[in-house]
């Protein structure tokens, strides 16, 4: 069962802490971290707090609902929803067996703040398509937390607070982990792997598989000051490049994991944290997409020395959509980008100096897409986030895609990654509920 706020909770939370650094010193005070808060962007206060939420649901806080209400009690002691936790504490260390309910009605907080933050996203519509067979949920194929720890390691950091897992099938000798949002990626090169912890560092690390019983090659990598949330390996497994909440990418010289080390200076050109990081497959091309909304190409032709191929007077970008995830397909000529505003966006990135808009955004998402994926072939792609489903996209026709009926892909919390297997006859699809779905592609 997830540690989680309920609704009104939430709603209570961003109305008595609706600015960013009174909920920062809230999170701080009932244990968690500022390294492990999310970033506070253009997104409104009862935006934050639901993925706060989505957090305490992942495990990173122990007893995570009850310290931030007991907390905020601390701060609003006549509010009736944030007093009926402290009650239940006190009544918890008198020996009282009964639990007072935590729904009775909110208050407004002494704060005098009168106005509700606006309501969550507007649903969108879905983009199904009739006739068209889109996937059925894999029989049988739900795997637990307990057989997803079965082969990894384990880490923790802080006082009596366990990190937060990541769940990913994975596979291959060589593997870099990075920390937070749970991003994991990977140079295949035979052998088989097992799920591994994602620890909440801010570094990034290479280790030798199989991942049952891994062992760290070489000294971890330093150099970001902040939460690592993405990672990716170029083509070629050479060169290893990351993302971070301090707003950089770094670019490390894997050739040798033993004594790998720093490429040239970080990339700085963000203005907010780097979510997302992505190589084409076959041309030295990568992508990061970040909390500013921006999208950014650059050429590594020479790792050591990146060029940047967009106009800085034409940036893609949208500082009203922060973004949580690029991907290329399989050829490279399309870039999809997707965040907080629920849509999908395909770029025509043949040129990649001269990215081009493929059709309209794809609708179909009720939240925050987090996670994008495309099929071997290309032909289709598979969005999935905060909304809890995962979407399937017919690119058949690149510039008119389609989305296939996928209603009954879904989990019981945020979904954070989804993957194809390299036969693309399987979805795998991971999720906050603890859970890792597979769903067979027919």
Same mark, same amino acid.
């Given at each position: 069962?997830?540690?989680?706020?309920?609704?009104?909770?939430?709603?209570?939370?961003?109305?008595?802490?609706?600015?960013?650094?009174?909920?920062?010193?809230?999170?701080?005070?009932?244990?968690?971290?500022?390294?492990?808060?999310?970033?506070?962007?253009?997104?409104?206060?009862?935006? +934050?707090?639901?993925?706060?939420?989505?957090?305490?649901?992942?495990?990173?806080?122990?007893?995570?609902?009850?310290?931030?209400?007991?907390?905020?009690?601390?701060? +609003?002691?006549?509010?009736?929803?944030?007093?009926?936790?402290?009650?239940?504490?006190?009544?918890?260390?008198?020996?009282?067996?009964?639990?007072?309910?935590? =729904?009775?009605?909110?208050?407004?907080?002494?704060?005098?703040?009168?106005? =509700?933050?606006?309501?969550?996203?507007?649903?969108?519509?879905?983009?199904?398509?009739?006739?068209?067979?889109?996937?059925?949920?894999?029989?049988?194929?739900?795997?637990?937390?307990?057989?997803?720890?079965?082969?990894?390691?384990?880490?923790?950091?802080?006082?009596?607070?366990?990190?937060?897992?990541?769940?990913?099938?994975?596979?291959?000798?060589?593997?870099?982990?990075?920390?937070?949002?749970?991003?994991?990626?990977?140079?295949?090169?035979?052998?088989?792997?097992?799920?591994?912890?994602?620890?909440?560092?801010?570094?990034?690390?290479?280790?030798?598989?199989?991942?049952?019983?891994?062992?760290?090659?070489?000294?971890?990598?330093?150099?970001?000051?902040?939460?690592?949330?993405?990672?990716?390996?170029?083509?070629?497994?050479?060169?290893?490049?990351?993302?971070?909440?301090?707003?950089?990418?770094?670019?490390?010289?894997?050739?040798?994991?033993?004594?790998?080390?720093?490429?040239?200076?970080?990339?700085?050109?963000?203005?907010?944290?780097?979510?997302?990081?992505?190589? #084409?497959?076959?041309?030295?091309?990568?992508?990061?997409?970040?909390?500013?909304?921006?999208?950014?190409?650059?050429?590594?032709?020479?790792?050591?020395?990146?060029?940047?191929?967009?106009?800085?007077?034409?940036?893609?970008?949208?500082?009203?959509?922060?973004?949580?995830?690029?991907?290329?397909?399989?050829?490279?000529?399309?870039?999809?980008?997707?965040?907080?505003?629920?849509?999908?966006?395909?770029?025509?990135?043949?040129?990649?100096?001269?990215?081009?808009?493929?059709?309209?955004?794809?609708?179909?998402?009720?939240?925050?897409?987090?996670?994008?994926?495309?099929?071997?072939?290309?032909?289709?792609?598979?969005?999935?986030?905060?909304?809890?489903?995962?979407?399937?996209?017919?690119?058949?026709?690149?510039?008119?895609?389609?989305?296939?009926?996928?209603?009954?892909?879904?989990?019981?919390?945020?979904?954070? #990654?989804?993957?194809?297997?390299?036969?693309?006859?399987?979805?795998?699809?991971?999720?906050?509920?603890?859970?890792?779905?597979?769903?067979?592609?027919?």
């Amino acid at each position: 069962m997830t540690d989680r706020l309920t609704e009104q909770e939430v709603r209570e939370l961003a109305r008595a802490f609706h600015l960013p650094e009174n909920a920062r010193s809230l999170l701080e005070q009932a244990g968690l971290e500022r390294s492990q808060q999310p970033v506070w962007t253009s997104q409104r206060p009862l935006d +934050y707090w639901r993925e706060i939420n989505v957090r305490l649901g992942c495990g990173a806080v122990v007893d995570g609902r009850r310290q931030i209400l007991l907390a905020a009690s601390r701060v +609003y002691p006549a509010n009736k929803v944030f007093a009926a936790i402290a009650a239940k504490a006190r009544d918890a260390e008198a020996g009282a067996d009964g639990e007072p309910a935590a =729904d009775a009605a909110a208050t407004r907080p002494a704060s005098g703040h009168a106005d =509700d933050p606006p309501d969550g996203a507007q649903t969108a519509a879905p983009a199904n398509v009739d006739g068209v067979s889109g996937p059925v949920p894999f029989p049988g194929r739900l795997f637990s937390p307990e057989a997803v720890r079965a082969g990894s390691t384990s880490a923790s950091h802080g006082r009596g607070r366990p990190t937060r897992r990541g769940v990913l099938l994975m596979a291959g000798p060589v593997v870099a982990l990075g920390a937070t949002v749970g991003a994991v990626a990977l140079t295949r090169q035979g052998g088989s792997g097992q799920a591994a912890d994602l620890p909440d560092v801010q570094n990034a690390a290479v280790w030798a598989a199989p991942v049952r019983g891994a062992r760290p090659l070489g000294p971890t990598l330093h150099g970001h000051s902040e939460s690592v949330f993405s990672v990716a390996f170029s083509p070629d497994g050479t060169t290893l490049v990351s993302g971070s909440d301090d707003h950089s990418v770094r670019l490390w010289d894997v050739r040798h994991p033993e004594t790998a080390h720093a490429l040239g200076r970080p990339l700085t050109t963000h203005s907010a944290a780097v979510t997302s990081v992505a190589f #084409t497959p076959g041309r030295p091309i990568m992508a990061s997409g970040g909390a500013d909304g921006a999208v950014e190409l650059w050429s590594l032709a020479d790792p050591s020395t990146p060029r940047p191929l967009w106009d800085p007077r034409q940036p893609l970008a949208d500082p009203d959509n922060p973004l949580f995830a690029v991907a290329f397909s399989p050829n490279g000529t399309i870039l999809a980008t997707a965040g907080q505003d629920h849509s999908v966006r395909l770029w025509d990135v043949t040129r990649p100096a001269q990215p081009r808009p493929l059709g309209q955004p794809l609708p179909g998402h009720d939240d925050t897409v987090r996670a994008l994926a495309f099929s071997r072939d290309g032909k289709i792609l598979a969005s999935a986030g905060a909304d809890r489903t995962v979407r399937l996209w017919d690119l058949d026709d690149r510039k008119n895609p389609r989305g296939f009926d996928t209603a009954h892909i879904t989990h019981d919390d945020a979904i954070w #990654t989804v993957a194809f297997d390299p036969r693309g006859r399987f979805l795998a699809s991971a999720s906050g509920d603890a859970t890792i779905r597979l769903h067979a592609l027919e």
